[in-house]
């Protein structure tokens, strides 16, 4: 019998999401924007698949197409449930609804994303109103619980998000999430608006609680810091698409693809001044993308091949996919 955490939790299938691009007065469509780009990803049961890439690559687009608070254009996601496949695009508002309490999201902003009119006790029960779970008296018992494994006292339920820090604050997005006890999260930039002193908290809070609700969890972040601390297997994005994925250490000490190189050579090292790669220019336009490799214009690598061929995700020794068309002869930089 397999190991439970070799399964997988969620199923991602030639994923695209497109938005249109409009101009002149009457606002007639006149190309898209590819803001993901035929993505394909498994992320196994109880594991953390780190998500990384710079701003704009479509990173934050794919986390809201997955658990469909964006239709997706094309594509399927595939949510495991307790034995069960459930096609979560093809389902109606009824069912979605089922499938939602098992799909949470944690949002980059703690400004935003709670509700400044409701107490800290409403913003965490929303959920369960929303969902018909429970009586008044069992929601208030959850939200007490929840604030106090989320680091906060219970004195706080009563206070309004205006009053609290941005640590705090995402510690009650955190709890509101986990509110319905959901299986899969996604966690978009969450630590991103924090102190770093108060980022570790938000990390290490969020590792205890992935064990203790057994949470299948997809982290976004464009800091390889952060990816490295607290990601089993890491996939690295670029121009809403997917150019590498591999274990942690895997990525961090043999990278294939050329970009990771230079996402790598920019984390800071203690002591060591080191060779931090520059890339030049910027990444291609997601209306125009060109003919070849996404990567080709900024790559210091490329050569004709990768301006008239764009490579595949490809599978390589150690469950590592790499899409580069030299992933095999390039020596290339790790973290180390």
């Known amino acids: 019998m397999s190991h439970n955490n070799s399964r997988v ?18 606002r007639k469509a006149v190309g898209h924007l590819k ?14 698949l780190g998500l990384v890439g710079e701003s704009g690559c479509g ?32 389902l109606g508002k009824k069912e979605m609804k089922k499938v939602r309490q098992n799909m949470q999201m944690i949002f980059q902003d703690p400004f935003s994303s709670l509700n400044e009119r409701m107490t800290v ?20 018992d959850r939200a007490a619980s929840l604030l106090k494994q989320v680091g906060l006292r219970e004195g706080y339920l009563k206070r309004y998000p205006h009053s609290l820090s941005g640590g705090q604050r995402q510690r009650v997005g955190i709890a509101r999430a986990l509110s319905i006890k959901p299986k899969f999260v996604v966690a978009d930039e969450p630590v991103s608006g924090l102190d770093v002193s108060v980022q570790a ?7 205890e609680l ?34 590498e994925i591999a274990k942690r250490e895997k990525l961090l000490n043999s990278t294939k693809h050329p970009y990771t190189e230079a996402l ?30 996404i990567f080709s214009s900024r790559c210091l690598y490329s050569q004709d091949i990768c301006y008239n061929e764009s490579p595949e995700l490809t599978k390589q020794k150690g469950d590592h996919f790499v899409a580069c068309h030299f992933s095999d002869s390039l020596d290339l930089r790790g973290i180390n």
């Open 9 to 26: 939790k969620v199923e991602i299938n030639n994923l695209k999401k497109y938005f249109p691009v409009k101009k002149g007065f009457l």
């Open 35 to 48: 803001a993901v780009n035929d993505v394909s990803l498994r992320i196994k049961e109880r594991e953390t």
């Open 59 to 90: 990173k934050s687009t794919l986390g809201r197409t997955i658990i469909k608070l964006y239709a997706p254009t094309d594509g399927e996601v595939i949510f495991n449930n307790n034995g069960d496949s459930i096609s979560v695009y093809d």
């Open 121 to 140: 006790m409403d913003n965490i029960i929303e959920p369960l109103v929303c969902n018909n779970i429970g009586n008044k008296k069992v929601r208030g």
């Open 201 to 207: 908290q938000i990390l290490n809070l969020l590792k």
């Open 210 to 243: 992935q064990s203790e609700y057994k949470l299948t969890i997809l982290f976004i972040s464009h800091d390889l810091g952060v990816i490295r601390y607290i990601a089993n297997r890491i996939a690295v994005m670029y121009t809403g698409k997917i150019v």
């Open 264 to 293: 790598l050579s920019s984390v800071p090292k203690l002591g060591a001044k080191k060779d931090r790669i520059i890339l030049e220019g910027t990444p291609p336009d997601p209306v125009e993308l060109p003919e070849g490799c």
